[in-house]
């Protein structure tokens, strides 16, 4: 019974950031472990950070230096901080977040990744 909500993806040049932003609500408590995926047009859903309950973050290796990962657990929302963004990091960004053992997702927002 969570629901999850993405924001600001947008479209920008390499070399550029942003900070995506996921607020969750419902019944939030009990959430752990919260995170980023992305999926780009013809692969897989793949994992990009995730961040547990205490704020210890884990990174994909093809982000590893670039994103950051963090949360605020006060206002229930995880971020990630996109930057030197390459054409690459060009995906939907889904929120991800795992209570009781149960994964919920949200809809995504859109990174567009182009010169």
């Known amino acids: 019974q969570v629901q999850l909500v993405e924001s600001g993806g947008g479209l920008l040049q390499p070399g550029g950031s942003l900070r995506l932003s996921c607020a969750a609500s419902?019944?939030?408590?009990?959430?752990?472990?919260m995170g980023w995926y992305r999926q780009a047009p013809g692969k897989q859903r793949e994992s990009v950070a995730v961040?547990?309950?205490?704020?210890?973050?884990t990174y994909a290796g093809s982000v590893k230096g670039r994103f950051t990962i963090s949360r605020d657990n006060a206002k229930n929302t995880v971020y990630l901080q996109m930057n030197s963004l390459k054409p690459e990091d060009a995906a939907n960004y889904y929120c991800?977040?795992?209570?009781?053992?149960?994964?919920?997702w949200g809809k995504g927002t859109l990174v567009t990744v182009s010169s």
């Open positions: 961040i547990t309950s205490g704020g210890t973050p």
């Open positions: 991800n977040a795992i209570k009781l053992g149960i994964n919920y």
């Open positions: 419902g019944s939030i408590f009990g959430t752990g472990t």
